[in-house]
């Protein structure tokens, strides 16, 4: 019973480079790399960043778990042609929540100190100043309070931002206030000068920041979006900045990555793009791969199984 290596990401990690990370915790195990050129029925298990393709999925007969290196599962879970019999895992890493709440952290304070606006006046030789705003008198929504907006939500909590969080399903043990709901959506929006994102995309969270839900914003906010690009509508997104509505959006994941040459987002003066890198490193997970071939074999429950109907 082996195992494929197929990130076809060789920007974040080699395939090779995965094997050897993950063999001394697997001896004897046989770990093949790269796309299938023929039917390989000892695979029970793929390690994937993107999607396993008809073509792929056809040479593993006996697939029996995909395993996500990374958090977001969308592109498998709506593969409708996945076989109902094949489980999808993703990972859950410490590391990565802690370098996204601090990419969340860095954004939210170069507003407050207006940093891009005297990094533009630089290049101008302008001399101008600006009053910076007091933490204690701003706030932050955090959309989606999993491993990664919990620690965002905390970081933030914990600098002296005023914190409200929004998920799926109510949080008891906060120390912050949170909601549910699109009532609950619409307060935590309407009440916050930063509103991040860290929602997965799942059939619910499509589209769920459109021009209804964005004309609720607070009057000159702050948009962070570094969960999943199609939780904006993007146009809407642009009619917003353009009313005034939002006063900037910091964007990280885009409906179509790369970010197409002529998307109208590149030069909008209101717009800081960065090309999907607030969480990047996943060591401290990477764990879960070995633990979950061994729990596969022993017909074990798995480490951050997805629920497919919920999608996340
Ligand atoms: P989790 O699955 O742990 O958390 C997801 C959160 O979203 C939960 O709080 C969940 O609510 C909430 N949620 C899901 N659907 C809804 C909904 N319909 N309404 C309200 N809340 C909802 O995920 P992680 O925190 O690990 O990761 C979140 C996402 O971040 C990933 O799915 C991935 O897309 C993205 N990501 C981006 C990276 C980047 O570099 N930009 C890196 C890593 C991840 P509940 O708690 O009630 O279940």
Same mark, same amino acid.
């Given at each position: 019973m082996s195992i494929l290596i197929d990130l076809q990401d060789r920007n974040w990690m080699k395939d090779s480079d995965l094997k050897q990370l993950i063999s001394s915790d697997l001896p004897g195990i046989p770990i093949y790399c790269g796309e299938p050129n023929k039917k390989l029925p000892s695979i029970v298990m793929a390690i994937v960043i993107k999607n396993l393709d008809q073509n792929t999925l056809r040479k593993?007969?006996?697939?029996?778990l995909i395993q996500k290196v990374g958090a977001g599962v969308e592109n498998m879970i709506s593969n409708c042609n996945l076989p109902k019999h094949i489980k999808v895992c993703r990972m859950s890493s410490e590391i990565q929540a802690k370098e996204m709440a601090e990419y969340c952290l860095a954004e939210v304070l170069a507003y407050q100190r207006n940093i891009r606006e005297y990094f533009n006046n630089q290049s101008l030789k302008i001399w101008k100043q600006r009053q910076p705003s007091i933490v204690k008198e701003k706030s932050v929504s955090i959309l989606g309070l999993g491993l990664i907006g919990m620690e965002i939500a905390q970081t933030l909590k914990n600098f002296g931002f005023t914190v409200f969080g929004w998920s799926k399903t109510a949080k008891a043990q906060s120390n912050f206030t949170n909601y549910t709901g699109i009532d609950g959506l619409i307060t935590v929006v309407s009440n916050a000068d930063y509103v991040i994102s860290v929602l997965p995309e799942t059939q619910e969270t499509?589209?769920? *920041?459109s021009l209804n839900i964005l004309r609720k914003?607070? +009057?000159?906010s702050v948009l962070i979006n570094?969960?999943?690009?199609?939780?904006?509508?993007e146009e809407d997104l642009l009619h917003v900045l353009s009313e005034g509505i939002l006063s900037g959006a910091t964007l990280d994941?885009?409906?179509?990555?790369? *970010?197409?040459?002529?998307?109208?987002?590149?030069?909008? +003066?209101k717009i800081v793009i960065t090309p999907h890198v607030s969480g990047w490193n996943v060591e401290d997970a990477i764990e879960t791969i070995p633990l979950n071939y061994y729990k596969l074999i022993k017909n074990e429950p798995l480490l951050f199984e997805i629920d497919q109907k919920r999608g996340y």
């Open positions: 593993l007969p006996n697939l029996r499509k589209d769920l *920041l914003f607070k +009057p000159g570094v969960g999943r690009g199609s939780v904006i509508n994941v885009f409906q179509q990555e790369p *970010l197409p040459n002529e998307h109208p987002f590149w030069t909008h +003066p």
